[in-house]
């Protein structure tokens, strides 16, 4: 089926370092996510985009984060200056269609430790 | 705000068993909702989903029927299978909105041994 890939799939940076979690989408779909998962905690809505434009985004999206796909290339997911609590697994996804149905592909994650 | 509850962090269940992984939600619209799986080391991807009422989808031997009365969604299988020893996310989503965003559950980790 379609596949989402996440590079890399482990990042461990210093407190205050700037991150980019790249994510390569389904190649003919037009909505991307971001998903954040604590360790023992469920995966949480980051942020949707959609035309290179966010489309919500929740409190955990905070300041610090940033989202973009320069020409249709790696959707990213940058960081700056991140923080202890950071530290989580970072889903990307994609969709077709924007609708309450669509069915999201999610790429495998990146952990990423802050320290 | 919208939430979806997973009871059981962990199900172990013999092969052959039948498997039964329950989720409730709460929500102030009508919502979609799906189960997602994920197998070690892979992506979590779409298992079934419904919107209406009392109706059941299936899929790779699973199903789950939507009931609004009680808010729940529960995952069945007849009988496990060594290969469904993975992790269940419930989840549901507005389908008023645009968004497509979705609430996950905690996941329910299930466990199929011989």
């Known amino acids: 089926g379609p596949k989402v890939l996440q590079i890399p799939s482990h990042q461990i940076i210093d407190m205050g370092q700037m991150v980019t979690l790249n994510c390569d989408p389904v190649?003919?779909?037009?909505?991307f996510y971001w998903y954040k998962q604590i360790l023992g905690q469920q995966m949480e809505f980051l942020v949707n985009?959609?035309?290179?434009?966010?489309?919500?985004k929740s409190k955990l999206f905070k300041d610090q984060f940033s989202v973009e796909r320069p020409d249709g290339s790696y959707f990213t997911l940058k960081i700056q200056p991140t923080a202890l609590e950071d530290s989580a697994v970072y889903f990307c996804?994609?969709?077709?269609?924007?609708?309450?149905?669509?069915?999201?592909?999610f790429g495998s994650g990146t952990r990423l430790t802050v320290l | 705000g919208d939430s979806v509850t997973q009871t059981e962090g962990l199900v172990t269940l013999t092969e052959g068993l039948p498997v039964m992984l329950n989720c409730t939600y709460q929500s102030t619209y009508s919502p979609f909702l799906f189960w997602y799986v994920q197998h070690l080391n892979e992506a979590p991807k779409l298992l079934l989903k419904?919107?209406?009422?009392?109706k059941r989808p299936e899929h790779q031997g699973f199903h789950a029927t939507l009931h609004k009365s009680s808010s729940s969604f529960h995952l069945q299988k007849s009988s496990a299978q060594l290969s469904d020893s993975a992790l269940y996310y419930c989840a549901l989503s507005d389908p008023t909105g645009g968004n497509n965003k979705l609430t996950f559950g905690q996941g329910t980790v299930l466990s199929v041994i011989p």
């Open positions: 996804a994609s969709s077709l269609a924007g609708a309450g149905a669509e069915t999201l592909y």
């Open positions: 985009f959609y035309n290179g434009k966010v489309m919500e």
């Open positions: 190649s003919n779909h037009l909505y």
């Open positions: 419904s919107f209406t009422d009392n």
